[in-house]
Protein backbone atom coordinates (compact mmCIF):
# COMPACT_ATOMS: atom_id res chain seq x y z
CA UNK A 1 0.00 0.00 0.00
CA UNK A 2 1.18 3.33 -0.80
CA UNK A 3 0.06 7.02 -0.94
CA UNK A 4 0.88 9.76 -3.40
CA UNK A 5 0.31 13.02 -0.80
CA UNK A 6 1.18 16.98 -1.13
CA UNK A 7 3.15 18.57 1.50
CA UNK A 8 5.20 21.88 1.28
CA UNK A 9 4.31 22.45 -2.02
CA UNK A 10 5.61 19.05 -3.70
CA UNK A 11 3.93 15.52 -4.11
CA UNK A 12 6.00 12.75 -1.92
CA UNK A 13 5.24 9.03 -2.68
CA UNK A 14 4.61 7.47 1.05
CA UNK A 15 4.74 3.51 2.36
CA UNK A 16 3.71 2.77 5.72
CA UNK A 17 7.25 2.58 7.58
CA UNK A 18 9.53 4.80 5.45
CA UNK A 19 10.87 7.96 6.48
CA UNK A 20 10.49 11.25 4.11
CA UNK A 21 12.03 14.79 4.04
CA UNK A 22 9.46 17.52 3.69
CA UNK A 23 10.29 20.98 3.08
CA UNK A 24 10.52 23.14 6.62
CA UNK A 25 7.35 21.94 8.50
CA UNK A 26 7.64 24.12 12.15
CA UNK A 27 7.01 20.78 14.32
CA UNK A 28 9.00 19.39 17.44
CA UNK A 29 10.35 15.85 17.21
CA UNK A 30 7.89 12.96 18.42
CA UNK A 31 4.84 15.27 17.64
CA UNK A 32 2.24 13.43 15.17
CA UNK A 33 1.68 14.85 12.03
CA UNK A 34 -1.64 13.95 9.47
CA UNK A 35 -1.49 14.49 6.04
CA UNK A 36 -5.53 15.20 4.67
CA UNK A 37 -3.87 16.38 1.50
CA UNK A 38 -3.93 12.85 -0.41
CA UNK A 39 -3.53 12.48 -4.23
CA UNK A 40 -3.63 9.25 -5.10
CA UNK A 41 -3.69 5.78 -2.98
CA UNK A 42 -2.85 2.38 -4.15
CA UNK A 43 -4.22 -0.68 -2.22
CA UNK A 44 -2.37 -3.91 -1.97
CA UNK A 45 -5.18 -6.09 -4.01
CA UNK A 46 -4.00 -3.69 -6.79
CA UNK A 47 -6.83 -1.27 -6.20
CA UNK A 48 -6.17 2.73 -7.10
CA UNK A 49 -8.36 5.31 -6.19
CA UNK A 50 -7.73 8.67 -7.62
CA UNK A 51 -9.09 11.70 -6.57
CA UNK A 52 -10.22 14.97 -8.12
CA UNK A 53 -8.30 16.80 -6.07
CA UNK A 54 -8.03 14.68 -3.25
CA UNK A 55 -8.77 11.37 -1.97
CA UNK A 56 -12.18 11.65 0.19
CA UNK A 57 -11.69 10.10 3.89
CA UNK A 58 -8.20 9.27 3.27
CA UNK A 59 -5.12 10.71 5.36
CA UNK A 60 -1.83 9.53 6.37
CA UNK A 61 -0.10 9.64 9.52
CA UNK A 62 2.98 10.21 10.55
CA UNK A 63 5.53 11.01 13.66
CA UNK A 64 7.83 13.28 13.45
CA UNK A 65 11.63 12.64 13.73
CA UNK A 66 13.74 15.74 13.18
CA UNK A 67 15.07 18.26 11.46
CA UNK A 68 17.46 18.33 8.96
CA UNK A 69 19.33 20.72 6.48
CA UNK A 70 20.04 20.04 2.92
CA UNK A 71 23.35 20.38 1.13
CA UNK A 72 24.86 23.99 0.53
CA UNK A 73 23.35 25.61 -3.02
CA UNK A 74 25.90 27.81 -4.38
CA UNK A 75 24.72 31.00 -6.23
CA UNK A 76 26.69 32.90 -8.37
CA UNK A 77 25.83 36.38 -10.73
CA UNK A 78 28.48 37.62 -13.03
CA UNK A 79 27.79 40.60 -15.59
CA UNK A 80 30.25 40.08 -18.69
CA UNK A 81 32.40 43.66 -18.76
CA UNK A 82 31.14 44.85 -15.80
CA UNK A 83 33.44 43.58 -12.93
CA UNK A 84 29.95 42.93 -11.36
CA UNK A 85 30.28 39.85 -9.19
CA UNK A 86 28.40 38.23 -6.48
CA UNK A 87 28.33 35.63 -4.89
CA UNK A 88 25.58 33.54 -2.14
CA UNK A 89 24.57 30.53 -0.43
CA UNK A 90 21.84 28.74 1.25
CA UNK A 91 20.85 25.42 3.37
CA UNK A 92 17.64 24.51 3.10
CA UNK A 93 15.56 23.10 6.18
CA UNK A 94 14.02 19.51 5.80
CA UNK A 95 11.89 17.93 8.62
CA UNK A 96 11.72 14.07 8.80
CA UNK A 97 8.50 12.64 9.03
CA UNK A 98 8.43 8.55 9.70
CA UNK A 99 4.92 7.41 8.10
CA UNK A 100 3.00 5.07 10.37
CA UNK A 101 -0.52 4.12 9.07
CA UNK A 102 -2.23 4.69 5.57
CA UNK A 103 -6.26 4.84 6.72
CA UNK A 104 -8.69 5.14 4.36
Not at 40 to 53: F, Q, V, W
Not at 64 to 86: A, L
Amino acid sequence: MYAIIQAGGRQVRVTPGATVELDGRAAEAGKEVTFEQVLLLAKDGGEIMAGAPFVSGAKVLGVVDGESRGPKVRIFKKKRRKGFRKSAGFRAFFTRVRITDIQV
